[in-house]
């Protein structure tokens, strides 16, 4: 990554001025915002037929969108500087919640990932991370010399492990490679020596064999050996991965039509309303179905480098793009690993998948890229 992206913006120091305009009164990016709502209004819609048109789930996931709106539009409101002075307690506090997770933890499925608020609901920490984990990173070459040293990049890496292993122990392997990857984004996005990038990806290739053999779970290793031959276990490891592709590829162009899908409906194919709801997408509606969720993604994402770009100090430009290009990542993992190209890593397709703690992260974080974005020096 340029060091072009950190670098000082003239007259840094004297703030660009500006006249303020709506967006800026409220603290919102409007094209933003309405990005966020289109998407979450198409998944809702998907969703409907996921559940076999039951309105009990919509109508959960709309209050939770509800209250993800809620979390942005209060995120918005908060100065960066407030977040660059919290950010070291906000991960102690991250790091603490993540350590409580194996002593009051609640086990599901033989994962311990969620702990439990009295009378409210189950919440994941982990999920804290993927905002608190750029935060702290971002905070930390806020005031220093960029490219980063090697000093630098060490305690970055520091910072990045500990949480990923700790997500990695409980275990969830897509959220921590989701996390791991928020912060190497700030990295490369610091303008991380290339010649460092070349050498982790050579020492990831050597050690990867061990890592297989020894680092991973049995049915971690199975995901993977599924994902180069689903057909040698059909009806067991590879059930879920053939039904998705089914799916997809029954749909042809323009889909079944709307509530008319086979594989969901006879429940043929597993987790459609969470991790494989893009495979009821593509089969209901067809590839023009899932290229307009596309289109609304791509546009997201454009925005948002848009606005890490106009950032106008190290921490802000730091910390919107590792948001932005983060959020990219959940959507490709998602739809890599529901069209066969990754393994099943349990990551949702953000904003349309059935889910909570996602859903107030995800808007939390855009939140904060709107605050960096609408706290810029205005004249009034």
Known sequence: MSH??????????????????LGDVVHLDLPMVFLLLAISLYGLLILYSAVGQQTGPVIAQSVKLVLGVVAMIIAAQISPVVYR??????????????????????????????????????FQPSEIMKLV????????????????????????????????????????????????????????????????????IGIGLVLAPALFYFGLREYQRQRILTLLNPESDPLGAGWNIIQSKTAIGSGGLFGKGLFQGTQSHLDFLPESQTDFIIAVL??????????LLLILYILLVGRGVILSVQAQDTFGRLLCGSITFTFFV???????????????????????????????????????LMSIHTHRRITL
């Open 282 to 291: 593509g089969e209901e509606l067809g590839l023009a179905g899932v290229v």
């Open 133 to 200: 984990l750029p935060l702290i990173l971002a905070w930390y070459f806020h005031d220093r010399h960029l490219p980063p040293k090697k000093r630098h990049v060490f305690w970055s890496l520091l910072f990045i492990g500990i949480p990923v292993v700790l997500i990695a122990m409980q275990p969830d392997l897509g959220t921590s490679i989701i996390i791991g990857a928020s912060g190497v984004f700030v990295l490369l996005l610091a303008g991380i020596q290339w010649r460092l990038v070349f050498a982790a």
């Open 330 to 368: 959940y959507v490709f993992v998602n739809i890599g690993m529901v069209s066969g190209i990754l393994p099943v890593v349990g990551v949702p397709l953000p904003l349309v998948s059935y889910g909570g703690t996602s859903i107030l992260t995800l808007f939390a974080g855009f939140g904060i």
């Open 85 to 122: 002075r919290l950010a070291p307690w906000m991960f102690l506090a991250g790091i603490g919640l993540l350590v409580a997770v194996f002593f009051f933890g609640l086990e599901i499925k033989g994962s311990r990932r969620w702990l439990r608020i009295p009378g409210v609901t189950n």
């Open 4 to 21: 072009d992206f950190v670098r000082q913006l003239p007259g840094e120091g004297l703030r660009t001025q500006r006249k303020a305009g």
